[in-house]
């Protein structure tokens, strides 16, 4: 293997081990606090963590100078993310067990070939179909299954979940063209943000729950899913000279988070659950073949 290939199999298999833990994390952040707290600190967590990044890569001075002729897009991808995306999937981890969230959360890249027919003129093919089918007969299966996890599954949770796959694809259509660098597009999103999930904590939470447990996950959330994790994957998908090794990665992220669900929230992972996510990742397999590779950023895993 090249010596930039085992250097970019490294950043993807931390970020893929990172990004594995964040639905069990979700689930104990959120048993700490409301979801605006969280969603204000780990947005804050996730701008100081990426101005460091950007500081030490001498980055950051031309990132703040650069922020007002970027301002609009700046504004519309951070009312999308990680305002509005990760209220609603908030939302849905509170309604649902984790194992039921993580893996509908998973089927955005389904969403993403939906959504490219009317905004980018894709066409749909019968390879599509026959995975947009089996994706969604997965989740079925999987709210289902989830029901033996102790939690109720309401079917708000799953509609939420679902939803937050359509942001989470519009986004990444959205992405698609902006021409800024990637780690200076999430540092200028994320700030653009600030100013408003910092009103909505002040208007809805006022002091907010300030334990130590409470801090700790919101730093760990905006630290390990939204800010470095990304610069680690960024990194993997630069460094590498093969996208498809790094991408099928991905597929290992469902399965080690269901072994965090089960061991450390004591979820008991039903079988229709393990069914479904099998069903699902065969779909996302599938759908993936014989296809033009995408850009490094959509390559991307759910949460």
């Known amino acids: 293997m090249h010596v930039n290939d085992k250097k970019a199999m490294t ?25 605006i ?66 893996p509908i959360n998973y089927t955005w890249a389904i969403t993403l070939s939906l959504l490219a027919i009317p905004v980018l003129g894709h066409r749909f093919s019968r ?13 079925l299966l999987i709210s289902l299954g989830g029901r033996s996890s102790g939690q109720p599954v309401t079917m708000t949770g799953v509609a939420l979940a679902l939803f937050s796959t ?4 519009g986004y990444w259509l959205m992405n698609s063209k902006d021409q800024r660098e990637p780690t200076t597009a ?29 801090t700790l996950s919101g730093i760990y959330v905006g630290l390990f899913e939204m800010g470095i994790t990304f610069v680690l994957w960024l990194q993997a998908m630069k460094s590498t000279s093969r996208t498809s090794m790094i991408s099928n990665l991905i597929f290992l992220s469902p399965f080690v988070s269901l072994i965090l ?32 590779p995408q850009s490094e950023m959509s390559e991307t895993p759910a949460e």
Request: charged share 10%; glycine share 4%.
């Open 11 to 35: 950043y993807a298999l931390c970020a893929i081990a990172l990004w594995s833990t964040v639905a069990t994390a979700f689930k104990l952040a959120l048993a700490e606090q409301s979801l």
């Open 37 to 102: 707290q969280l969603l204000w600190l780990a947005d804050l967590t996730t701008v100081a963590a990426v101005a460091v990044i950007l500081l030490l890569q001498r980055r950051l001075g031309s990132a703040l100078r650069d922020f007002r002729r970027h301002a609009k897009m700046a504004l519309v991808l951070g009312f999308i993310n990680p305002l509005c995306y990760y209220l609603v999937l908030f939302s849905a981890y509170q309604r649902l067990p984790a194992q039921v969230a993580q």
């Open 127 to 139: 390879r599509d179909l026959i995975s947009m089918v089996a994706a969604y007969g997965g989740v």
């Open 166 to 169: 359509f942001l989470w694809a």
């Open 186 to 214: 999430i540092f200028q999103n994320f700030l653009a943000a600030l100013p408003f999930t910092t009103l909505l904590f002040l208007l809805q939470d006022q002091a907010g729950v300030w334990t130590l447990k409470s």
């Open 261 to 292: 669900i089960s061991q450390v929230l004591g979820e008991k992972i039903g079988s229709l659950t393990v069914v479904g996510l099998l069903v699902i990742v065969a779909a996302l397999w599938f759908q993936n073949q014989h296809k033009a």
